[in-house]
């Protein structure tokens, strides 16, 4: 069993940033891949970041180049930050935990945090 919980999230202005955590504890950090999804109201969970043990990175078109998703091991912790924000970039952001391999679907992950709430306004 993972336990994940995210922290960071709140409101900002267009062009703001803020940097997501997300802490884990249970079993070894580093066996799993690490990914940020987002939900906004009315729309489906949809694919942001995943960075894999080694670390490799896969990001969504939507945000590549404003936000860098990182990992620290040794603090058992993923981090999400993201610059230049946008008022579409408005949702509820979810840490999520895959056992092996790297995916952007988020129903092949095996563990998710209770979610942070992340309000651009512009």
Same mark, same amino acid.
């Given at each position: 069993q993972v336990q994940l919980v995210e922290s960071g999230g709140g409101s900002v202005q267009a062009g703001g940033s803020l940097r997501l955590s997300c802490a884990a504890s249970?079993?070894?950090?580093s066996d799993?891949?690490?990914?940020?999804?987002?939900?906004?109201p009315g729309k489906e969970r949809e694919f942001v970041a995943v960075i894999s043990w080694n670390p490799s990175h896969i990001y969504a078109d939507s945000v590549k180049?404003?936000?860098?998703? #990182?990992? &620290?091991? !040794?603090?058992?912790t993923v981090y999400?930050?993201?610059n230049s924000l946008k #008022?579409? &970039?408005? !949702?509820?952001?979810?840490?999520a935990a895959k056992r092996?391999?790297?995916r952007t679907n988020w129903d092949e992950y095996d563990y998710w945090?209770?979610?942070?709430?992340?309000?651009v306004s512009a």
């Open positions: 249970g079993r070894t950090f799993y891949s690490m990914g940020w999804f987002r939900q906004a180049g404003r936000f860098t998703i #990182s990992r &620290d091991n !040794a603090r058992n999400l930050q993201m #008022s579409e &970039d408005t !949702a509820v952001y979810y840490c092996l391999g790297v945090g209770q979610g942070t709430q992340v309000t």
